[in-house]
């Protein structure tokens, strides 16, 4: 079964540029999560999808940040535009609810954003 | 939010030892998950334990709902046990929060 796949897997840009990530889930995984990773930290959930609907996006920059993910499938973050304090690696996952309530998550490899 | 606190935030292991891993968290879950991060950044599911004792190979995580912690074990260290590990947990709200990590070192 092949894993989350994601890229770029880096992403070098000046401030005030825009980006935008890719992700392609495990198939069959209806949840799709994009975190986001700064140095030395835990992931930080950004946006939660269920199919091609927001489940959660409380955390999300929304005056810089935005996600979609069409069909329910692929999903891309985008950051427009992108600021110093946006260096950090974005991070994928995707998880399965059939199973129940609760299930593990799968992520990707993740793309490293540095923003000079 | 669930604030999660690990400890200790650092731990240097010589190969062969036997080490345990702490996550406090602060209100009542029913998920919890430990994630293994590698030294190139790849996040691996290690255990879903929001209760009891599971056992994988040399790794073990226990959960004491009831009194907010999850415990992991490493037993018999290697150096490919190198890297982040994360407790991270959820209630009813389907979100998971990380805490920020313990760092693993294994020497050889």
């Known amino acids: 079964e092949a894993g989350v796949a994601q890229s770029p897997r880096y992403k070098i840009i000046e401030k005030r540029q825009s980006v935008a990530f890719w992700c392609n889930p495990i198939?069959?995984?209806?949840?799709l999560y994009w975190y986001q990773q700064i140095l030395g930290q835990g992931p930080k959930l950004l946006i939660q999808?269920?199919?091609?609907?927001?489940?959660?996006d409380s955390q999300l920059p929304k005056d810089r940040f935005s996600a979609e993910r069409l069909k329910g499938v692929d999903s891309t973050l985008k950051i427009q535009p992108a600021k110093l304090e946006d260096s950090a690696v974005y991070l994928c996952?995707?998880?399965?609810?059939?199973?129940?309530?609760?299930?593990?998550?799968?992520f990707g490899p993740g793309t490293r954003l540095t923003v000079l | 939010g669930i604030q999660v606190e690990q400890s200790p935030p650092d731990l240097i292991l010589q190969e062969g030892a036997n080490s345990t891993l702490r996550c406090n968290f602060s209100?009542?879950?029913?998920?919890l998950q430990w994630f293994h991060q590698n030294p190139w950044g790849q996040l691996i599911n290690l255990f879903y334990?929001?209760?009891g004792t599971k056992q994988n190979g040399r790794l073990s995580a226990t959960t004491v709902a009831t009194e907010r912690y999850s415990l992991l074990y490493i037993s018999s260290s290697q150096t490919t046990d190198s890297g982040v590990y994360f407790c991270?947990?959820?209630?009813?709200?389907?979100?998971?929060?990380f805490g920020a990590g313990t760092t693993v070192t294994v020497r050889a």
């Open positions: 996952a995707t998880s399965d609810p059939s199973g129940g309530a609760w299930d593990t998550q799968y």
């Open positions: 198939s069959g995984h209806a949840t």
């Open positions: 999808f269920q199919n091609n609907g927001v489940v959660d």
């Open positions: 209100d009542s879950v029913n998920n």
């Open positions: 334990i929001p209760s």
């Open positions: 991270a947990v959820g209630s009813n709200d389907y979100k998971l929060s």
